[in-house]
């Protein structure tokens, strides 16, 4: 059997998979803090049926190898930390962050670290993600609270009842990774650390490494869609050159069985 048929079948699933990845980056192309993904490939081994460097006749050395390629296989999604643009909403609760790292929730499954800044006040006066999870550490809005302020190092405050002057209420911490493409994603614009990633370091938005707090404005997604268009053509070319590499193989299997002697 031609090698031809199962070469050209990795390529096809390859191409799959790259489009798969296509499809999510533009699903989610107004997904708050949302980061596209990019799919890198990887060649498989090679059938080698003379290596460089042997020795044929009266000595001589074979200068290059006799080897044959048997396909291709997708080896990661990578996470592109790129900044998105920058929405101005004009909501006290909504921030981004100008920079690198994230904010941290608590789930019910943990804690999880996401770039989703459009932040609400639950019924006690936490301020929690769109998924009712908290924001850590907890800061809590007194009741009847006004004028909410949020300074580019992450300070809190507001105007309390009974009071002229600014009370801070809160202090948002961010943390950041070593290799923030390991995070797994955990659905839900947050992710997760891996023992790829390393483990969370936290700090005060501004310092040394970490971003600063934008208020009234949200990051928004990182994907272009020209781009994103680009490589869905890139990957429906590869798909139909593949299937045609299947069908031209599958007609010289057909011309070799129809010889006669």
Known sequence: MMRALY??????????????????????VNTVGFKKSRADFQDLLYQTMRPAGATVAEGAQVPAPLEVGLGVRPVAAVTLF???SFQQTGNPLDIA??????????????????????FKIDGQGNVVSNDGYKLQPDIRIPE????????????????????????????????????PSG??????????????????????????GFGNIAQGTLEMSNVQIVEEMVNMITAQRAYEINSKSIQTADEML????????
């Open 144 to 179: 009847g609270a006004q004028q909410i302020s949020v300074g580019k190092d992450g300070t809190v405050t507001a105007l309390l009842s009974g009071s002229n002057e600014p009370t801070v209420i809160g202090q948002i911490q961010l943390v950041r990774f070593t290799n």
């Open 97 to 118: 962050i100008e920079g690198d790292g994230f904010f941290k929730v608590q789930t019910s499954n943990g804690t999880a670290y996401t770039r989703d800044g459009a």
């Open 82 to 84: 790129t900044r998105g």
């Open 7 to 28: 070469t050209s079948a990795t390529g096809m699933i390859a191409q799959q998979f790259h489009m798969d990845v296509v499809s999510n980056n533009l699903a989610n």
């Open 183 to 208: 995070l797994s994603h955990a659905g839900g614009n947050a992710y997760v650390p891996t023992a790829a990633s390393g483990q969370p370091a936290d700090g005060t938005p501004g310092a040394e």
């Open 254 to 261: 057909g011309t070799a069985n129809n010889l006669r002697r």
